[in-house]
């Protein structure tokens, strides 16, 4: 029996997880999913799942990676959902298809303790002198005689941004990789042992590109080289891809490295040179370099096209590049007389050589075809990258990876046997607007690739309403936000709560936290949460808690990565409002690059681009509402352009396909309709 028939079996009333699970029912979709899963492996080539929500997607391509019989890697896009697959989904269906498959979990560095580091920071008498962060210490190293995997996430306690986690992990710049004291006690190398004998290995997607890059450089692969590659929340792995495949600098990255130098210096070459100036002269040019940017608003991305980023002196910009270059310079010769045969002070050098580097690239005009721009914050950081992955990717999704046909050409032609062709599938929930999935394709090089989408088994016209209301301000009306939450306030007071808001940006996010609150303080029932107080973990477990605190229900205002990731099934969550629609910001220099290229093509960048960005991450919201076959609820956009712009038909098309409310009576009642139990 082939596979896909195999899995067809599986996915079947009475198959292997129905009889584990007495509440599985078959999904048409599903199983649809899954079989092109077990197809794609089998046969090679590329997949691309657009998997409404409810499908079960994360089921539908484990199920046959499990069956497959071939070493499988999945990416995914972040180490949560990295966690829910190993440890949750992985054991269940484990134990329903009776299979003792090796598994494996793997994370970047900064996800390990390190042992060595943990030493140094025992070491460092400037720590004793903070007793909070000496007492932390102290709970890391009890924890440490402990652990099994040196996951840091796992230690009680964890706190992601705490400033002592930096002082016991390690990075890419700083790792000593073969050479530590403490390799033979190394979490990520126990962790790559460990990804390298198994049969699936779980990743991310920053995981997946730094390989790539390390591959590529002739050095030692950190991944098991695999037939089969499984891409889960594919949406964001051309962004994730763009930061890798790109260069960048940051005055964090050269305060930091001058922190080390006087510490790793001091200890170890004391009286060689003077590091406390070598450092204290790159640490003050570094925030010289910085000081240019200060009157940028945190979070702004600048354009680079010519000598400075946009709205900074060019002159004043050049002249504190090169003060940079005067003592990373000075940095490097001092390291090259003491650095023989010690391993820390060869990776300052090695770190000293690459943050040069990047810093001649910077003082020079920008690659063609790449993109440039400065983001600023607390930090300034620098970059540039390509537009997109494609052209670098192409390479990858054919039969073997370039790397892997240089090496057979060198045997005999039976070496170049017919193997299965490599197979790879991506999959999400949201990867395009139109049938082609083209933004996404496009992106990733992926146009031959077939494309399957499968819609949500969710009744949305039963389970979910979607109302615009017509009465609301132009977005662009400096009043637009103070009308929304005005009427927004109306419904949650209804509902007691149990609502969602979604703000595209961060000023309108804290002036409707600011107005929900005053106009629902004299509700003790609803508890108002918003983004920045708590971890999204944390928000997102007190806001599911509702009733089970004594409320009736919570309100989360919140932007950006609350898109997307969200979970709150069931009673806890009824009523979801985006304010605007989610176009990307116009002046943001990728964009910008990319609509140029798009019109120098021939082609309409607003209607190519930024409606089709819009259409996905407005799925990405309105995903928030029902996520389960009981969830009911309503979705409220305040944007009247969905009503009367040409292009609001397009945006509303993508969409489910929810029941619309056209007026306020309708909508009133459909609140009632929500406070009511569920018939039946």
């Known amino acids: 029996m082939q596979l896909h028939e195999t899995i067809q079996e599986v ?83 484990r134990k329903a298809l009776g299979i003792s498959l090796h598994a494996a979990l793997l994370k970047g560095r900064s ?66 990789g073969s050479q530590c004291p403490q390799f033979s006690g190394c979490f990520v190398n126990k962790a790559r042992r460990q990804a390298l ?38 949406h964001q792995f051309n962004e994730t891809g763009v930061q890798f495949l790109g260069q960048q600098l940051g005055s964090q990255q050269l305060v930091d490295f001058a922190r080390d130098l006087l510490k790793t210096g001091t200890r170890m070459a004391r009286g060689m040179a003077n590091w406390q100036v070598l450092a204290h002269d790159l640490d003050t040019a570094t925030r010289q370099w910085r000081k240019l940017a200060e009157a940028v608003p945190p979070g702004a991305r600048l354009n680079w096209q010519g ?20 003592p990373l310079l000075a940095v490097e010769q001092a390291l090259r007389t003491v650095q023989s045969g010690e391993p820390e002070l060869q990776r300052m050098l090695e770190r000293c050589l690459g943050l040069h580097q990047r810093l001649v690239l910077f003082m020079q005009p920008p ?20 537009l997109d992955i494609a052209e670098a990717m192409q390479p990858h999704w054919g039969p073997r990876l370039p790397t892997e046909q240089a090496a057979l050409s060198d045997h005999h032609e039976q070496a170049l046997s017919p193997e299965p062709e490599r197979a790879w599938i991506f999959t999400s929930a949201t990867l395009g607007a139109d049938a082609s999935l083209r933004l996404f394709t496009q992106a990733c090089g992926l146009e031959q690739a077939q494309v399957l989408q499968v819609a949500s088994p969710f009744d949305y016209a039963q389970q979910a309403a979607l109302y615009i209301p017509p009465h609301l301000p132009k977005p662009a009306d400096p009043g637009h936000t103070e009308a929304l939450a005005r009427f927004s306030q109306q419904a949650i007071a209804r509902l007691g709560g149990r609502t969602l808001v979604l703000t595209t ?9 600011q107005s929900l609150r005053t106009a629902l303080a004299h509700r003790d029932d609803i508890t108002i949460l918003v983004q920045g107080e708590g971890s999204k973990q944390q928000l997102m477990e007190r806001f599911r808690q509702g009733s089970s605190m004594g409320d009736a229900g919570c309100v989360l205002v919140a932007s950006a990565s609350f898109w997307e990731g969200f979970d ?59 996520r389960r076959e009981t969830d009911r609820g309503i979705l409220v956009i305040g944007d009247t352009r969905l009503l009367h712009m040409s292009y609001g038909r397009r945006l509303l098309a993508s969409l489910p396909p929810m029941r619309r409310l056209a007026s306020e009576a309708q909508f009133q009642q459909a609140l009632e309709q929500l406070n009511r139990p569920p018939a039946g």
């Not at 499990?66 to 992985?90: N, P, W």
């Not at 997607?205 to 950190?222: C, I, N, T, W, Y």
């Not at 000598?307 to 005067?326: C, F, G, I, M, N």
């Not at 940006?505 to 936290?513: E, H, P, V």
């Open 11 to 93: 996915f079947g009333s009475a198959g292997a997880l129905a009889r584990q699970d007495g509440s599985f029912r078959p999904r048409a979709g599903q199983t649809q999913m899954a079989v092109a899963v077990a197809q794609t492996l089998e046969h090679g080539g590329a997949l691309v799942v657009e998997a409404g929500t409810g499908v079960g997607k994360t089921f539908a391509y484990l199920v046959p990676a499990l069956l497959s019989g071939e070493r499988v890697l999945v990416s995914t896009a972040t180490k949560a959902l990295q966690d829910q697959i190993f440890a949750r989904d992985l054991p269940i269906l």
């Open 197 to 234: 004998a198994a049969d699936l290995v779980v990743i991310n997607h920053h995981l997946f590109f730094a390989d790539m890059q390390v591959r590529e450089s002739g050095m030692a692969e950190l991944l098991p080289t695999v037939r089969a590659v499984i891409v889960d929340e594919a």
């Open 568 to 626: 709150a099934p069931g009673d806890a969550l009824q009523l979801v409002v985006i304010d605007k629609l989610p176009f990307p910001p116009p002046h943001d220099p990728l964009m910008q690059a990319r609509s140029r290229r798009i019109e120098a093509q021939g082609g309409q960048a607003f209607q190519e681009l930024f409606v089709p960005e819009a259409a996905v991450a407005l799925k990405q919201g309105a995903g928030r509402l029902i």
């Open 505 to 513: 940006t961060l000023k309108a996010l804290r002036q409707m936290a």
């Open 307 to 326: 000598q400075a980023p946009e709205r900074l002196d060019a002159s004043r910009w050049q002249t504190a590049l090169q003060e940079l270059q005067a």
């Open 367 to 386: 690659v063609a075809g790449m993109v440039r721009w400065l983001e600023a914050g607390l930090q300034i950081k620098v970059l540039e990258s390509p």
């Open 111 to 176: 996800s390990y303790l390190c042992p060595y580091r943990l030493e140094l920071a025992q070491a460092d008498e400037t720590l004793a002198q903070h007793p909070a962060q000496w007492r932390q210490l102290e709970r890391v190293r009890q924890w440490a005689q402990a652990t099994d995997s040196g996951d840091i996430t796992d230690m009680p306690g964890y706190q992601e941004r705490s400033p002592l986690l930096p002082l016991v992990t390690s990075t890419r710049e700083n790792c000593l």
